[in-house]
């Protein structure tokens, strides 16, 4: 799967997913960081079905 594009920059080049307020156990929890111009973004409800690593454990 190809991660989204900067919408941002002129050049758009693929965003990043940081996962580093992400802890194992928890709810997966993340957003894109485009590393040109570091903007954050916020996933979308596919982007967050499509780029999840795993479902929460019960």
Request: glycine share 2%.
């Amino acid at each position: 799967m190809t991660p989204p594009t900067c919408p941002a920059c002129p050049t758009r080049p693929p965003l990043w997913k940081d996962t580093s307020t992400t802890v194992p156990g928890a709810a997966d929890h993340w957003h894109w960081h485009c590393t040109a111009c570091r903007t954050l973004y916020e996933p979308t409800a596919s982007h967050k079905v499509r780029f999840t690593y795993a479902p929460l454990r019960r």
